[in-house]
């Protein structure tokens, strides 16, 4: 659960109304609207996670990210992720 919220944070705060990026600035109007960011786990393993980032309200509205440790994690929680 604390990377998805590591994930979500980075993408909220970087998104910009005057992005170069349209799923950028549809973020930050929806976030500004009151929609939130939601998260699956695409895969992850010991060494990285990816995810699909989405809006609750407008699901077509998504991104793709990757979070990579620099060294395997041995974290055996499911939660975790």
Do not use: W
Request: glycine share 4%; proline share 4%.
């Amino acid at each position: 659960m604390e990377t998805k919220t590591l994930i979500a944070e980075a993408i909220s705060s970087n998104c910009g109304a005057a992005s170069k990026v349209q799923e950028f600035r549809a973020i930050k109007q929806a976030l500004q609207a009151g929609d939130c960011l939601k998260l699956d786990v695409i895969s992850g393993g010991c060494a990285n996670i990816s995810y699909r980032v989405f809006l609750e309200n407008s699901p077509t509205i998504q991104l793709y990210a990757k979070l990579s440790f620099s060294n395997p994690l041995l974290h055996l929680d499911p939660t975790f992720y």
